[in-house]
């Protein structure tokens, strides 16, 4: 064949192909996006150390799912790992992936800027896999600490970059069935693969290369399911003034799982908010940005969502108040003023550190009923002193002050001995005597606590009834002058109050009331304690109940009340709650998700956490998963629809068939596909086989399974 001919249908072919290969449904970008931090070696001397080497197994093998960066496994300077890894202040490390712009500029603070960044892998339409290549990566040269001219270190002469910084990337992607990635550069590299360590190129180490094939990737025994969403995490360090070289291929579809209001990738809202912007002007609060999942709503701006939380004091005791003071923000110690209780018949006694205001009982007296009416101390009644002391109806009760309650005959003997005064159930009348019975030589031989009495016409003198019914009195009429007393026989200390009927010195609970709802106050009933008929308190006991979700407290003026205890989380996904019986436990966070396209999930570092569903295809290489919605969030679907126009490896058939027609032996159609897919090794090799025939076609490498993952694109397991 003309070789002309040749040269024009080998074009025509590659233009075909070009033209199988254009596919604006696969995106010609994959963006990484994470954040990277600046970092200056006098501030953390693990970088610009001395030069070291490719050091394995710095890091766990598991990523810490709670702030999604991965751990040393030691903190000691003196591990080996450590000091090959040239790590040598190990507690600095913290810092290589979390933000600590509030250190202070001294030696080893930690201090470094915090950045967003965001990578574009561009598609290399050929082989089907993103390719980031860039051999001087140095993505934050005049950045950062380099604002500041003094912060520059130069490297080769002159030529000035910016050497020391880390890179993380939270990501994720759903998995294909088809997917590998590989690696090859400088310093310290981490790749996890649901958040178990599948790249390992720790260490200050010139460009070094990893791979893994997640289709062969085993984690804890095992395999990644197709169709399912994993976590992949991306860790990079530029520790050292040498070179700063990156390439990353990957037909890996990572995405972003959640945006915060900055729309920073799992950012925390501090790239665009800050307690400046939300400052109330309030010292007394501490001002805080909105949560990063917040949606800010048209018209609002995220000022309209800071919290203004106010600052919480110590409490010192029950008689001070410890409060934040408006004009500098500090808490400042005040004495609780102790209510006047003068209403309810109380005055001030002391204010207790443990108890609080301490109040003396006003209505004491032995004729006080204990009730306070308006800050009157309410008398006993002459019906109560009635009922006190037998209720005899031919008697008058009242209470004196100061022997308490006490009696006297309603019916008074009058003047005249001969007519005797009487009563029968408290009416009063009289009873005349005879001569015989009223004379009978008493005249002038009475004194004045005597009546005329006559037994058989002799004079037998009679003593006046002066008995007030009180045990506690001892009733004494005066001979000359014919008064009558009740003295108190007992002189009843503290709480004591001398019982009427008996006479003996009780205990009276009233009489310690210290006006403080919080304490339960009692007279020391025991005779056989020392403090015995005196008062003690002690902090009342609210909780009556079993109930292990009440939190009793007592508040001095209106006493005990709960409040439903409050069960702390743990970490983000584990939501505390409360039984009854067993008290606070702990249960998985809840995420409810509105459509089953759209996936929603707890997060340990964010929490609940949505994203778009990523369906898997059929046929990952040809096809693209779609996610349809249901009439309920469980009823929906991933379906596989063929990309439009298909990729070159989808459409092998029709390649080969152009090339026959074309009168192209199949042989150069397979050379011609070499090229295009392995690139001029691939069609170096078809050029060295030309003198095999293609009875041993089915042995060339085209024909076999890719051990990386992917499969050459005239590979067909039905032709094999």
């Known amino acids: 064949m003309d070789k002309k001919i040749v040269l024009l249908l080998f074009t025509l072919i590659l233009n075909f192909i070009s033209l199988v290969y254009t596919d604006d449904s696969q995106p010609s970008i994959l963006q990484l996006e994470g954040f990277i931090y600046d970092q200056f070696p006098k501030y953390?001397?693990?970088?610009?150390?001395?030069?070291?080497?490719?050091?394995?197994?710095?890091?766990?093998?598991?990523?810490?799912?709670?702030?999604?960066?991965?751990?040393?496994?030691?903190?000691?300077?003196?591990?080996?790992?450590?000091?090959?890894?040239?790590?040598?202040?190990?507690?600095?490390?913290?810092?290589?992936?979390?933000?600590?712009?509030?250190?202070?500029?001294?030696?080893?603070?930690?201090?470094?800027?915090?950045?967003?960044?965001?990578?574009?892998?561009?598609?290399?339409?050929?082989?089907?896999?993103?390719?980031?290549?860039?051999?001087?990566?140095?993505?934050?040269?005049?950045?950062?600490?380099?604002?500041?001219?003094?912060?520059?270190?130069?490297?080769?002469?002159?030529?000035?970059?910016?050497?020391?910084?880390?890179?993380?990337?939270?990501?994720?992607?759903?998995?294909?069935g088809i997917e590998v990635f590989n690696f090859i550069g400088d310093d310290d590299v981490w790749v996890f693969i649901n958040d178990y360590l599948a790249i390992d190129l720790g260490g200050l180490h010139s460009a070094?290369?990893?791979?893994?094939?997640?289709?062969?990737?085993?984690?804890?025994?095992?395999?990644?399911?197709?169709?399912?969403?994993?976590?992949?995490?991306?860790?990079?360090?530029?520790?050292?003034?040498?070179?700063?070289?990156?390439?990353?291929?990957?037909?890996?579809?990572?995405?972003?799982?959640?945006?915060?209001?900055?729309?920073?990738?799992?950012?925390?809202?501090?790239?665009?908010?800050?307690?400046?912007?939300?400052?109330?002007?309030?010292?007394?609060?501490?001002?805080?940005?909105?949560?990063?999942?917040?949606?800010?709503?048209?018209?609002?701006?995220?000022?309209?969502?800071?919290?203004?939380?106010?600052?919480?004091?110590?409490?010192?005791?029950?008689?001070?108040?410890?409060?934040?003071?408006?004009?500098?923000?500090?808490?400042?110690?005040?004495?609780?003023?102790?209510?006047?209780?003068?209403?309810?018949?109380?005055?001030?006694?002391?204010c207790d550190a443990t108890q609080g205001c301490l109040y003396t009982q006003a209505c004491t007296g032995i004729c006080n009923t204990g009730v306070c009416n308006s800050g009157t101390c309410e008398v006993k009644s002459n019906s109560a002193c009635a009922s006190e002391l037998g209720n005899d109806k031919c008697k008058i009760y009242s209470c004196d002050p100061v022997k308490g309650c006490v009696s006297e005959p309603l019916c008074k003997q009058g003047s005249n001995p001969c007519i005797v005064a009487t009563c029968s159930n408290g009416v009063c009348g009289t009873n005349t005597l005879s001569a015989s019975e009223c004379d009978c030589g008493c005249e002038g031989k009475l004194n004045a606590c005597e009546k005329n009495n006559c037994v058989n016409?002799?004079?037998?003198?009679?003593?006046?009834?002066?008995?007030?019914?009180?045990?506690?009195?001892?009733?004494?009429?005066?001979?000359?002058?014919?008064?009558?007393?009740?003295?108190?026989?007992?002189?009843?200390?503290?709480?004591?109050?001398?019982?009427?009927?008996?006479?003996?010195?009780?205990?009276?609970?009233?009489?310690?009331?210290?006006?403080?709802?919080?304490?339960?106050?009692?007279?020391?009933?025991?005779?056989?304690n020392a403090n015995y008929g005196t008062c003690q308190s002690s902090v009342k006991s609210c909780n009556t109940t079993t109930n292990k979700c009440l939190v009793w407290n007592c508040d001095s003026e209106t006493g005990c009340y709960s409040t439903d205890r409050v069960c702390p989380d743990s970490g983000k996904c584990q939501v505390g709650y409360c039984d009854p019986d067993q008290g606070c436990l702990l249960k998985n966070r809840t995420c409810s998700s509105t459509a089953y396209c759209i996936v929603s999930e707890c997060d340990e570092s964010l929490g609940c956490i949505t994203y778009d569903r990523r369906c898997a295809a059929d046929n990952a290489r040809c096809q693209k998963g779609v996610c349809v919605n249901g009439t309920t969030p469980t009823d929906g679907k991933c379906e596989s629809v063929n990309y439009d126009p298909q990729p070159f490896v989808c459409k092998t058939a029709a390649v080969v068939s152009t090339a026959v027609i074309a009168g192209v032996t199949v042989a150069g159609a397979v050379a011609l596909a070499a090229f295009v897919y392995g690139g001029k090794k691939g069609y170096d090799y078809w050029k060295e086989s030309q003198n095999i025939t293609m009875s041993g076609a089915n042995n060339n490498p085209l024909y076999q399974s890719n051990p990386n993952g992917g499969e050459n694109p005239l590979f067909n397991e039905d032709l094999n």
Request: charged share 15%.
């Open 208 to 350: 070094a290369s990893k791979s893994v094939d997640l289709t062969t990737l085993t984690i804890n025994g095992q395999k990644l399911v197709k169709g399912t969403t994993y976590n992949f995490d991306f860790f990079y360090c530029e520790r050292h003034t040498t070179a700063s070289t990156i390439r990353i291929e990957t037909n890996l579809q990572t995405f972003c799982p959640t945006y915060d209001y900055c729309n920073v990738c799992r950012g925390d809202g501090s790239t665009c908010c800050s307690a400046t912007l939300c400052d109330d002007g309030n010292p007394c609060t501490d001002d805080i940005c909105p949560s990063p999942e917040t949606v800010i709503a048209s018209g609002k701006t995220i000022k309209d969502y800071c919290q203004h939380i106010p600052k919480t004091c110590a409490v010192i005791d029950k008689c001070s108040n410890n409060t934040c003071s408006m004009s500098t923000g500090q808490c400042v110690q005040q004495t609780i003023p102790c209510q006047s209780k003068a209403s309810q018949c109380m005055t001030l006694d002391k």
């Open 44 to 176: 953390n001397d693990n970088f610009e150390p001395a030069t070291g080497s490719l050091t394995p197994g710095m890091v766990l093998p598991n990523i810490d799912t709670t702030t999604r960066v991965p751990n040393l496994v030691s903190l000691s300077t003196s591990t080996t790992v450590n000091k090959n890894g040239r790590m040598n202040t190990p507690n600095l490390y913290q810092y290589f992936f979390q933000s600590n712009t509030g250190a202070s500029k001294t030696s080893d603070s930690g201090l470094n800027v915090p950045m967003t960044i965001k990578l574009n892998l561009t598609l290399d339409e050929n082989r089907g896999v993103y390719v980031y290549n860039n051999q001087y990566f140095f993505p934050i040269d005049n950045q950062g600490f380099d604002v500041d001219s003094s912060y520059k270190i130069y490297s080769n002469g002159s030529v000035y970059h910016n050497f020391h910084f880390c890179l993380k990337i939270n990501s994720k992607f759903t998995f294909q």
């Open 457 to 528: 016409g002799q004079c037998s003198p009679l003593r006046i009834d002066i008995d007030d019914g009180n045990a506690c009195t001892i009733d004494v009429c005066n001979n000359s002058t014919g008064v009558v007393t009740h003295d108190p026989v007992t002189t009843c200390t503290g709480c004591m109050v001398c019982n009427s009927k008996t006479g003996g010195c009780v205990p009276t609970d009233s009489l310690c009331e210290d006006g403080n709802e919080c304490t339960d106050n009692k007279c020391v009933a025991d005779s056989s």
